[in-house]
Every structure is written in structure tokens, then in C-alpha cells.
């Protein structure tokens, strides 16, 4: 008689992709991120991967620098830590709200989707593979 192995549990998460749009006007987009919170784990991360030859092929000017800064920075918040700054206080779910409110900015959150985990680590990098790399 063999034994069943029980899987491990799953939990609700959401994710929204970071779009880099050079040129508000022109509405064309990149993504180069993920934002990925699982309220069970009390779990809130982001990843990011720039790809500077197609960001620059949108818009040969774009500040690199700038987006790449934007970019650490939402890593930063969600980090938690000194790099948070007043963010840090807060907990994940609230970060993670804070970071997805719509913003007219180059660095946009996308809509929010939701989805099922056992490794929410594991899965905002599943995430950044098949949606951003």
C-alpha cells in the first residue's frame, strides 16, 4: 500500500507586469517587470529586466539611466528595508497597492491578474521569464 503525497498548498496571488513607455504620446510599451503579492505568505517581490536595445529602438533618446533607477526602486519598496524609505513601515499588501496605483510616468504598472501558488518566490520569476525575458 503506497502512501499519498499530499501537494504542497496553494495560495491566491496577484502580479502586473512594469511597463517602460518612452513616450507617453505615443502609447508604445516594453515590459521589464513583475510585481507579485501573495497576501497568505504576506509575500510582496518584484523583478526586473530591462532590455535597453528594444527601449532605445522605441525611442532612441530614452534616459536608460533613469529607467533602470525607476526600475531598482520598485524592487527597492518591495524589498522593504532603508531603500523603502516611509514605504518600509508599511506591510506587503499596502506596498504592493502603493506601487500599482496608475501613474502617468515612463516606469506604469499594468492591470492587476490573479493566479494560484505554492512558491510565490518561485513564481515571480516563472513570471519574469515567460512575460518579460
Do not use: K
Amino acid at each position: 500500500m503506497t502512501e499519498a503525497v499530499e501537494a504542497p498548498a496553494r495560495h491566491v496571488f496577484e502580479y502586473a507586469l512594469l511597463r517602460v513607455v518612452p513616450r507617453i504620446e505615443r502609447g508604445e510599451q516594453i515590459n521589464a517587470g513583475v510585481l507579485l503579492y501573495c497576501r497568505a505568505r504576506s509575500f510582496v517581490a518584484a523583478r526586473t529586466h530591462l532590455d535597453e536595445a528594444r527601449l532605445l529602438a522605441l525611442d532612441p533618446h530614452a534616459d536608460v539611466a533613469g529607467v533602470h533607477a525607476a526600475l531598482r526602486a520598485v524592487e527597492g519598496v518591495c524589498a522593504g528595508g532603508a531603500a523603502a524609505g516611509q514605504a518600509a513601515a508599511d506591510d506587503a499588501g499596502r506596498r504592493f497597492r502603493w506601487l500599482i496605483a496608475p501613474r502617468s510616468t515612463v516606469v506604469q504598472p499594468g492591470p492587476v491578474h490573479t493566479g494560484l501558488t505554492a512558491d510565490p518566490a518561485a513564481e515571480v520569476e516563472r513570471l519574469l521569464g515567460l512575460l518579460v525575458r
